[in-house]
């Protein structure tokens, strides 16, 4: 079976389109969505449509329970007032399916997909692989999980990860196409569909083939100006939603410049 891992969507729909155009022509037998299918963008309920319409399997990040489920997780400010721009923008129906998202799956009892951290139970989805010591708490859990598995893939962290548990030793692989060992734990992280403002504004995501035991980074091209100014003019830009409108929109034509100029690979 060969899985393609998304996460990160936060209601940017021009990503995730362009996105699974990229997995559709690479054959994939099943998409996992890691969560945080809402949040920060301006189409929640059309990327919603689009998992649904692809069959893909998907577990609960923190942005979907903000918005499906108040007050199960703390939110404050500019994230609180994103959630609630958020929930405006949903019917009753897309509630319901966030807030019926499991925060953890077994895939093909080989693969066990979370949004935020394996060793957590309750509030998993909020927790950050962050430290060596959160790191090897989720390894530890994947190792004894009684389903077998030997690969934990998880979002939240944004940023495309490999580590591999080998003979005692953990160590961060690079993001490329690698070959996992049969004898080898690894917790795996896709990136963000969603480009993040000031880093690579492509989308990522992974393919994994678990009979042969590859995996893939892909990176797919979007215009990723589109959602930001979008965003920019509801004011649900991450960090952005506390600034003047006259500083947001200054900062919206700067960012449109700056992604204009490395598509053009300049």
Known sequence: ???????????????????LDDIAAHGADRIVCLGDIVGYNTKPRECIALLRAADALCVAGNHDRAVSAPGAND????????????????????????AGLPLKAVVDGK????????HV????ETVRLD??????????ALISHPSRARICAFGHANEVTIYQRYRGKTVSLPDDEIELRRDAYYLINPGAVDAAPGGDPRASYMLLDL?????????????????FVAADEAGLAPGAAFLPESLRNAIGKSLGAVLGRKRDGR
Not at 1 to 14: G, Q, R
Not at 75 to 98: C, H, N, P, W, Y
Request: charged share 25%; no cysteine; proline share 1%.
């Open 1 to 19: 079976m060969k899985v393609a891992l998304i996460s990160e969507i936060h209601a940017n729909a021009e990503a995730l389109a362009a996105t």
């Open 75 to 98: 939110t404050s400010g500019a994230t609180a007032q994103a959630v609630e721009a958020m929930r405006k923008r949903l019917r009753d129906d897309d509630i319901a399916f966030l």
């Open 111 to 118: 693969l066990i997909a979370v949004h935020g951290a394996l």
């Open 121 to 124: 139970d309750a509030g998993s």
């Open 131 to 140: 430290t060596d010591a959160r790191l090897a708490l989720s390894m530890a």
């Open 211 to 227: 009979a042969q035991r590859r995996l893939l980074v892909r990176r797919v091209d979007y215009d990723a100006q589109i959602p």
